[in-house]
């Protein structure tokens, strides 16, 4: 019987983090793929291409 109740989570220890199109991902949803063990983000992508359809982006345009 677990005497923890974290006992039966595992965190992956992924020290490399490969975001492949990363101009489609928002920020916060990359936060959640980090771990303590995370010593490198490699971000890809089109920096071109812009993420004109989430919210953030159109606070960004309306208030820049």
């Known amino acids: 019987t677990p005497t ?3 006992t039966h989570t595992h ?22 793929a ?3 063990a995370t010593k ?3 971000l ?3 920096r071109k291409m812009a ?3 989430t919210p953030v ?3 960004v345009a309306r208030h820049a």
Do not use: F, K, N
């Open 40 to 42: 490198h983000l490699v």
């Open 51 to 53: 993420r004109h359809g």
């Open 11 to 32: 965190t992956p220890h992924v020290q490399v983090v490969l975001v492949e199109g990363c101009e489609q991902v928002l920020e916060s949803h990359l936060i959640v």
């Open 44 to 46: 890809t992508g089109d």
């Open 34 to 36: 980090l771990s303590a």
């Open 57 to 59: 982006a159109r606070l």
């Open 4 to 6: 923890h109740p974290h």
